[in-house]
């Protein structure tokens, strides 16, 4: 394998831009870098001109899943008189599956099953997303 490409000094920086002069996209030499490193100076070498190049941030494209001001993450879950005919009432010697119905007893709530996660010690948890409470963990199969 030979190593064909452009031999670019290592000071040298090589950025390629678009001319709108010459029409044209080249390998544009950097020759000044700004103070503030958001923008440089290309030099065209086609109608050896200069241009600004901005240089773009992409860190801001990640989407914070977090919701905005703290407010309630998820819409509680509203239950069909069949969800709560249907549902299961909380024991924590039980276990459940995922999208089964709870009804706890003590709080008077329904909720659903959205999952299910061991911790460490092998004790058996369920996420449910009461339609009160909201999303509370409780514990299964204890016992
Ligand atoms: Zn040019």
């Known amino acids: 394998m030979t190593q064909s490409r452009k031999g670019v000094k290592s ?35 086609g109608c050896e001109g200069f241009l600004p190049y901005m240089i773009e941030s992409e860190e801001e494209e990640e989407n914070e899943v ?13 239950f069909s008189a069949e969800d709560k005919e249907n549902s299961l009432e909380y024991d924590k010697a039980m276990t459940y599956k995922i999208d089964d119905i709870i009804y706890h007893r003590s709080w008077n709530d329904y909720g659903k099953v959205v999952a299910k996660e061991t911790l460490p010690g092998n004790r058996k948890t369920i996420l449910v997303n009461f339609g009160h409470q909201g999303k509370i963990r409780l514990l299964e199969g204890e016992g």
Do not use: H
């Open 66 to 78: 977090e919701a905005a001001g703290g407010g309630q993450e998820t819409a509680p879950e509203d």
């Open 11 to 45: 000071e040298a920086r090589v950025i390629e831009q678009y001319c709108s002069v010459c029409k044209k996209t080249f390998d544009m030499e950097v020759v000044e870098e700004a103070e503030k490193n958001d923008v440089l100076w290309l030099k065209c070498p």
